[in-house]
């Protein structure tokens, strides 16, 4: 894969770290460009063939490591509100007024939110694995909520591994390779878990004005819940892809890239 340019964003907390495309033909959609934001405790190289192949179809590109994770930096406290802040004030410090934005995950989340905040700031919203959390998530997901200790013996980082594996089972090992670092390195995950189940997706998905896309792959716990995460919208629609597992981004990025340009 080519060499993707990056930088840094300022914000009122600190830096945003991102990586950018730019239209590898004629630009079909505009200026307004997609702004993609990964899953925790990933960062934005999961976005890497997502972005390539948007660019590939005539859209400009930035793909957001979220505050705590990959180099940018945390903010606090972390909640979804705070990340979706910081995520606008990044874009806008680069003088983008105004774009699409793609979510997955946690990501989808923090996408809801800036679409909610920003207003007539966002176009259009794709929510990949968007959460409608229930009470009993927090005690069925309650190993991706514990913290890992770091101890001499090195178990945090098997604890890293065994986590990681558990949700990508059928990813290459260079993906858990690189998916354990980065939950290894990212800032206080299990707050951000805690704040995700916590958060009120439902209602924020009965504000947005904007067109709304909710995904999922087909493999994923989340997909049954997709139809009725659309319809909690003015203007929702949803889209399973069928085959596709928690890292969609990467192994369906055509896939996925073809579904929202024929959003946009």
């Known amino acids: 894969m080519a060499r993707v340019p990056r930088g840094y964003a300022e914000h009122a907390g600190g830096q945003l770290h991102y990586r950018r495309w730019s239209p590898g033909v004629e630009h079909r959609h505009g200026d307004a460009p997609w702004v993609l934001l990964h899953h925790s405790s990933s960062d934005s190289r999961s976005l890497d063939g997502l972005g390539a192949e948007l660019a590939d179809r005539g859209s400009t590109v930035l793909a957001v490591d979220t505050p705590g994770f990959g180099m940018s930096d945390p903010v606090e406290p972390p909640t979804v509100a705070g990340f979706a802040g910081a995520v606008v004030q990044g874009v806008r410090s680069m ?3 105004r774009g699409s934005v793609f979510g997955h995950h946690t990501g989808a989340s923090i996408a809801l939110r800036m679409a909610v905040d920003g207003g007539a700031h966002v176009d259009r919203a794709v929510l990949s694995g968007l959460m409608l959390p229930e009470p009993s ?22 604890s890293a591994w065994e ?6 089972p059928a990813a ?6 690189r998916e354990a670092v980065a939950l290894l390195s990212a800032s206080s995950p299990h707050l951000v878990y805690d704040q995700l189940l916590g958060y009120d997706s439902r209602a924020d998905l009965a504000r947005v004005t904007a067109p709304l896309l909710v995904v999922c792959g087909g493999d994923e716990f989340l997909a ?5 995460a659309a319809e909690f919208a003015h ?3 949803w889209r399973i ?7 969609m981004p990467e192994t369906h990025a055509a896939e996925l890239a073809d579904a929202m340009v024929a959003f946009a």
């Open 163 to 168: 986590r990681v594996s558990r949700y990508m």
């Open 137 to 158: 998530d927090r005690e069925r997901l309650s190993p991706a909520l514990r913290p890992l200790p770091v101890d001499a013996a090195g178990s945090h980082l098997t």
């Open 95 to 97: 003088g983008i007024q």
């Open 241 to 247: 892809i069928v085959g596709a597992g928690l890292d």
């Open 172 to 177: 290459p090992l260079d993906v858990l390779t």
């Open 224 to 228: 049954a819940s997709t139809p009725a």
């Open 235 to 237: 203007d929702g629609r």
